[in-house]
């Protein structure tokens, strides 16, 4: 009887966490290549990543590792340099924002939200 009624306390006491996770992206094709001159890939898909974390508090409302120049700026920061002639083509800019929290009649009470954003692109060289 004594197992049973731990058994419950526990079941009780603990909470369901769940994850949801929303991706968004944007692609920029070959349309800014000038298609009559020569050129040659030089690297295919080079990334640079960057992302962030709220904590949700109840003493501070929300504490966030920070991006100050922000994720976008941040991730393309992290993007091999270009040298004389060189361009990016083929770019993608791909957004996971991930919520960790319990579940609720409304969806979602996050505790956690991270956003991760991706730049990845080809290089090219003209010549």
């Known amino acids: 009887m004594r197992n049973l009624v731990l058994v419950f306390a526990m079941l009780f006491l603990t909470s369901c966490s769940i994850t949801q996770q929303t991706y968004q992206f944007t692609h920029h094709g070959t349309e800014s290549i000038k298609t009559d001159s020569n050129f040659k890939y030089v690297a295919l898909n080079v990334m640079g990543k960057a992302k962030t974390t709220y904590k949700v508090s109840s003493y501070n ?26 361009a990016y083509a083929n770019l993608s800019i791909d957004v996971l924002t991930t919520k960790y929290g319990s579940a609720t009649a409304a969806g979602i009470s996050a505790k956690e939200i991270t956003i991760e954003v991706i730049v990845s692109t080809d290089i090219i060289q003209y010549y």
Do not use: F, I, T, V
């Not at 929300?62 to 002639?85: C, F, I, T, W």
């Open 61 to 86: 409302k929300y504490k966030q590792e920070m991006a100050p120049d922000g994720l976008l700026s941040e991730a393309k920061s992290r993007l091999p340099e270009l040298k004389d002639n060189q």
